[in-house]
């Protein structure tokens, strides 16, 4: 299973930006999916998390009511919305894929079995 994260960039406090994870070589629509982001000199945390059929969704409380996780099954493709950016959004943003057959949301890195290289999300004050 491979994972790419496409969409970082630098933008302005109070922008958006939409992250994009493609992924292939196994059944899209059985994996949960999650965002996890991590700053300069600190351990990469949770961010959004969405089950395989869209139907679940959680997030962070740092980013609840700014941020946005989806999915579209049939581009294998998660998306992440950010909106009202500030400069402490300012990581590398990653996604990761477990399989699962069960409704359950997971939290912590090591709970996905699949990671995508990284795309850079600079926000600027």
């Known amino acids: 299973v491979q994972l790419q994260a496409s969409g970082g960039g630098l933008v302005q406090a109070g922008g958006s930006l939409r992250l994009s994870c493609a992924i292939s070589?196994?059944?899209?629509?059985?994996?949960?999916v999650g965002w996890f982001r991590q700053a300069p000199g600190k351990e990469r945390e949770f961010v959004a998390t969405?089950?395989?059929?869209?139907?679940?969704?959680d997030y962070a409380d740092s980013v609840k009511g700014r941020f946005s996780i989806s999915r579209d099954n049939a581009k294998n493709t998660v998306y992440l919305q950010m909106n009202s950016l500030k400069p402490e959004d300012t990581a590398v943003y990653y996604c990761?894929?477990?399989?699962?057959?069960?409704?359950?949301?997971?939290?912590?890195?090591?709970?996905?079995?699949?990671w995508g290289q990284g795309t850079l999300v600079t926000v600027s004050s």
């Open positions: 990761a894929a477990h399989l699962s057959f069960s409704n359950g949301l997971r939290y912590s890195v090591g709970a996905y079995d699949y």
């Open positions: 070589g196994g059944t899209f629509s059985r994996y949960h």
């Open positions: 969405i089950i395989w059929s869209g139907s679940r969704t």
